[in-house]
């Protein structure tokens, strides 16, 4: 199922074009990467279709709705999931009290809300570190921690910002198991970094950008 469908996403700002009528797609169980250096317009590209920048000209269209308007809370609710490069964990509350800090603002009742932490943490490898407060993990346990919040609201797809940033090579393996495992489950993975290398071992199709523009695309095979 095609869950994300950018068509001609442009961005100007002055008399400068960003993003300049990029196209490009993600569907369901596939990892999508956004690529290339900085200041090369991926995360512009990529703000666009999370919400968090409005085009200049072109349209995002998520399960085939029209979205290119909406506020990215209104994305989230259609099941688009977002993970920030910057840390987004509440650090005095516990690792447990962050994911259920997210799932009481969702329609689950008491026991349901634990049931769900309960799998997220077994899920994401974060069961014995439950207790500890968020301030006190690596920066991969963190990570782990982030992507258990995006789930806590079973998105059909997750866009991953630079996940593999500020982290150790060992933890980037993990968080490189994790996605994959994602995909695994039918989630659509769109994710965006200038560590082409990592990127590229996980992802079915990449599109590369420079200066605004897609210069290739492809399957990484």
Known sequence: MKL??????TKTYGKRNV??????????????GLLGQNGAGKSTAFSMIIGLIKPSYGSVFFRGVDVTDLPIYQRARLGMGYLSQEP???????VEDNILAILETLKFNYRERIKKKNQLLGELGLTHLSKKKACILSGGERRRLEIARAMSTSPSLILLDEPFSFID???????????????????GILLTDHNVREALSITDHSYILNEGNIITSGTTQ
């Open 88 to 94: 987004s964990v509440f650090q005095h509350l516990t």
């Open 169 to 187: 090579p060992i933890a980037v393996a993990e968080i490189q198991d994790i996605v994959l495992g994602l995909k695994d489950k039918g989630i």
């Open 4 to 9: 994300i469908q950018a068509i001609e996403l």
């Open 19 to 32: 993003v300049n009528r990029v196209n490009f797609e993600v569907h369901s169980g596939e990892i999508a």
